[in-house]
């Protein structure tokens, strides 16, 4: 079955200590790996994509990472204002034109 | 450059009544998209419009929902009538077609709250 898991769920952090979020995926026919920031009340804001094994992005204090099962972001040294619920999307053959969402993983940095 | 405009922002209705989302996407993307969104989860796609003709309404629950895109611009999805597991948010979101897929660039809104009593 095609799944996109992201974990943990929730990650409390306090300011300057670095982490890395994880999004697992099963899918066949990978197209394209794809990460997203959502602040409350917000819709979601992209940030990242990564298109095959290896690959690597980097903005600021975050970095994504992508292997054959897999996807990190990396935070670096977070700061306050990089707490938000960080989504992954997958893009796949099976699913032409059509972005899947796992379920976030809501990010808390304490100052 | 304005973003994908949506509204209302928030709407509180009884069940069985009906309500109705509108969104404006950014000048000259012509795929529009609308998800769903319940607490704690990650958007799920409702429906896919490229320009007027919706591409991709699989996921749409037909019985109560419907949706349109007039002239290949704004869009309005509908429910009539509301049941009280419609209450999530509800996402617009735009892009170029040729990129998107390649890209995976969405412009969300930033969402319909709607709460069902």
């Known amino acids: 079955e095609d799944q996109v898991t992201q974990s943990p769920e929730a990650l409390r952090l306090q300011e300057g200590e670095s982490s890395s979020l994880n999004c697992s995926y099963t899918v066949s026919g990978l197209r394209g790996l794809f990460w997203y920031r959502q602040d409350p009340g917000k819709g979601p804001e992209f940030l990242f994509t990564?298109?095959?094994a290896g690959e690597e992005k980097e903005k600021e204090r975050l970095k994504a990472t992508l292997t054959k099962k897999e996807s990190f972001l990396h935070i670096t040294a977070p700061k306050p204002e990089d707490s938000a619920t960080y989504l992954c999307a997958v893009h796949y053959v099976r699913m032409a034109q059509k972005l899947v969402f796992g379920q976030g993983t809501r990010l808390t940095i304490n100052p | 450059e304005a973003g994908v405009v949506q509204s209302p922002r928030y709407k509180i209705i009884e069940k069985k009544q009906p309500v109705a989302f509108w969104c404006n996407p950014i000048s000259g993307h012509n795929t529009l998209y609308w998800y769903l969104q319940n607490l704690g989860q990650g958007p799920e796609l409702l429906i896919r419009y490229e320009n007027e003709e919706a591409v991709d309404d699989s996921q749409l629950p037909k019985d109560r929902f419907s949706a349109e895109r007039l002239k290949g611009v704004d869009s309005t999805l509908k429910i009539q009538p509301a049941e009280l597991g419609d209450s999530a948010v509800y996402l617009c979101a735009s892009s170029f077609t040729r990129l998107a897929g390649r890209t995976g660039e969405l412009f969300f809104g930033e969402g319909s709250r709607l709460t069902v009593l």
């Open positions: 990564l298109y095959s």
